[in-house]
């Protein structure tokens, strides 16, 4: 067996995805899965430390980020994201053990303890080396996207354990029936709630499908340079694309003709002059009373999880908006730990083990299924350029 080198494209990747094919199609005997979440602080102490390394090499004062940081105090200084995470992990370990997969769960943050690096760090010293990653984002940007690939090129970088692992990623996930599934039912149920308080009648319902926004030059590099997705990128055509997903199959489950819906955006931050993508969900709550809308139903399509920009900019800003426009109002949940997501996480991870041909793999858009590596210039952060990312195509 020959002992040279092999040459690759992509860093850190298993011989199967090196040389940067966009589906891997030849089994990889992985060891150990890295869950890469975003993270949060856990006490008032912990607030402005992890706004700091969120907002890392910006140079944003500690007094613009206490702005940020009463979201945080108004709820104890405590993120739900961590204990979240803990929940998914365990229901990871318990679902691949209910399937007799032999894969130990390991979880690393972006932005706080426990870190990447020491994820990584643990997965080594337990005697594994071929790890599969899967980030806690569904989506293409570059906050959601590249951003975790390059934490995970730091994280090799600063253990100095670049040369002893490989680390691949499951693709992104938004149009997998696992994802889209638990939304549907929330929609439902959350239109049956609402449907009692415009007397019957589901017209006057409608769903508004909230993600976070990114600067609009952000959203215009989402996604592979060769393919065009119009205005807002790969990241907003995911985004569209599954909520009709999501809106039709409710509609269809409930029996009516159709759901209306908008895709709205929040959690906007940078100077005013700089464009964003819209409509904010504020404002669209607000200009609804005017379409002879009485309910709505806010989805939130973009999230895995009830973190904060969940629980502030959902449960707290946008339910106050309905009220003031005299809106009856529900918050449909996240996909959390619902079984059906977390089997469609160990299928994702199964479908890179295995080496599942593209045509067998599920999706439920005409975008999917997504990128096992990702694309040479995908999702471009137009700040500080391309920095060395895992799981895909340099740059």
């Given at each position: ?76 200084g405590v993120s739900p994201i961590n204990d979240q995470s803990r929940e998914l992990k365990a229901a990871l370990e318990a679902e691949l053990e209910r399937r007799g997969i032999d894969l130990p769960v390991y979880w690393g943050n972006r932005n706080w303890d426990p870190y990447l690096a020491d994820a990584v760090r643990a997965a080594y010293a337990d005697g594994h080396r071929t790890l ?264």
């Amino acid at each position: 067996m020959s002992t040279e080198p092999v040459a690759t494209a992509v860093l850190a990747a298993s011989p199967a995805a090196a040389d940067g094919p966009e589906h891997v199609t030849e089994p990889v005997a992985y060891d150990a899965i890295l869950l890469a979440g975003f993270g949060g602080p856990e006490g008032q102490d912990d607030v402005i430390p992890f706004l700091r390394n969120v907002t890392r090499g910006r140079g944003i004062p500690d007094e613009r980020l206490e702005e940020v940081a009463h979201h945080y105090r108004h709820f104890g200084g405590v993120s739900p994201i961590n204990d979240q995470s803990r929940e998914l992990k365990a229901a990871l370990e318990a679902e691949l053990e209910r399937r007799g997969i032999d894969l130990p769960v390991y979880w690393g943050n972006r932005n706080w303890d426990p870190y990447l690096a020491d994820a990584v760090r643990a997965a080594y010293a337990d005697g594994h080396r071929t790890l599969l990653a899967i980030a806690t984002s569904a989506y293409s940007s570059f906050s959601s996207c590249r951003q975790y690939r390059e934490d995970i090129a730091i994280a090799l970088d600063a253990t100095g354990l670049g040369g002893e692992l490989t680390i691949d990623k499951v693709r992104q996930y938004f149009d997998h029936p696992g994802f889209v599934e638990p939304f549907v039912e929330g929609v439902v149920a959350g239109v049956r709630e609402l449907l009692p308080q415009v007397d019957g009648d589901a017209s006057r319902i409608r769903l508004l499908f909230a993600t976070h926004s990114i600067p609009t030059a952000d959203a215009e590099r989402s996604g592979p340079r060769d393919r065009a997705f119009g205005e807002g990128g790969a990241y907003a055509a995911q985004h569209l694309a599954v909520s009709e997903i999501v809106a039709t199959e409710a509609a269809r489950i409930l029996g009516v003709d159709r759901l209306g819906w908008d895709l709205v955006y929040q959690s906007r931050s940078g100077p005013p002059t700089q464009p964003w993508l819209e409509p904010d969900i504020n404002d669209r709550i607000a200009e609804l009373p005017g379409e002879g809308v009485r309910a709505v139903a806010i989805v939130p399509v973009g999230f895995l999880s009830d973190h904060m920009e969940v629980l502030w900019d959902l449960d707290t800003e946008a339910l106050e908006s309905a009220r003031e426009a005299g809106l009856a109002a529900v918050r449909t949940p996240t996909p959390g730990s619902h079984q059906r997501f977390v089997e469609g996480l160990v299928d994702l991870v199964l479908e890179r083990r295995d080496g599942t041909p593209v045509a067998e793999r599920p999706a439920l858009t005409d975008l999917g299924p997504w990128f096992d590596v990702c694309r040479p210039g995908c999702c471009e952060n137009i700040r500080a350029g391309f920095k060395p990312a895992a799981a895909g195509v340099a740059p």
